[in-house]
Nanobody
Framework: VQLVESDGGAVQSGGSLRLSCAVS????????MGWFRQAPGKDREFVAA????????GYADSVKGRFSISRDNTKKSLYLEMNSLSPEDTAIYYC????????????????????WGQGTQVTVSS
């Protein structure tokens, strides 16, 4: 199983970025997917998640209304659209895969995810 995030980037406060994660080696639609992030000196935290079928989504309160998670099961890809970025969003962002029992379940805990990407840096300047 391999998860490969796209390059992140550097933007100014208020800007937007779109992350993608390409998945290979598994039946993508069998996995719920999520994004997590880790800021310098802080623990990794949940950002957003989507169910196996993409119908259900969940977000951390800190990103709700600004970030949007989506997936394309035909392209075996996961996306994170990030808008109204602030310096507090600066972190390494990771995509992760969780074996999904039911098609519509969303997972927001790290231990539920079995496979992780290498991470991509997002930097937001003020």
């Amino acid at each position: 199983v391999q998860l490969v995030e796209s390059d992140g980037g550097a933007v100014q406060s208020g800007g937007s970025l779109r992350l993608s994660c390409a998945v290979s080696g598994v039946t993508f639609s069998s996995y719920a997917m999520g994004w997590f992030r880790q800021a310098p000196g802080k623990d990794r935290e949940f950002v957003a998640a989507t169910s196996r079928n993409g119908v259900s989504t969940g977000y951390a309160d800190s990103v709700k209304g600004r970030f949007s998670i989506s997936r394309d099961n035909t392209k075996k890809s996961l996306y994170l659209e990030m808008n109204s970025l602030s310096p507090e969003d600066t972190a390494i962002y990771y995509c992760a895969a969780a074996p999904g029992i039911l098609p519509s379940l969303v997972y927001n805990m790290e231990y539920q995810y079995t496979t992780w990407g290498q991470g991509t840096q997002v930097t937001v300047s003020s």
